[in-house]
């Protein structure tokens, strides 16, 4: 998986499940929170694995924008 891939997963995981987690705060309905919750740690798990520069391999940062530059080896990221 490329990197772009793992961000949109990444950004898409958090949504739903701050969606689900809200919604389970106005319903009585628990699951959904549980399933919300699910959905972003899937999200910023599969981005620790996966959200890498394609050239060196090194991590990307999950808590700043997506960069234009890898840090670690300064190739593009286009």
């Keep these: 998986m490329d990197y772009k891939r793992s961000h949109l997963l990444l950004n898409l ?3 739903a499940g701050i969606l689900l987690g ?3 705060l106005m319903t009585t309905i ?3 929170g549980i399933l919300g919750a699910v959905l972003m ?3 910023i798990f599969q ?3 996966f959200y890498r520069c394609p050239r ?3 991590r990307l940062s999950i808590r700043e924008k997506k960069p234009a530059f890898c840090p670690h080896c ?3 990221l286009a």
């Design 13 to 15: 995981g958090l949504a």
């Design 22 to 24: 809200l919604f389970s």
């Design 30 to 32: 628990q699951w959904v």
């Design 41 to 43: 740690l899937g999200g």
């Design 47 to 49: 981005a620790e694995i």
């Design 56 to 58: 060196c391999g090194g």
């Design 74 to 76: 300064g190739s593009p």
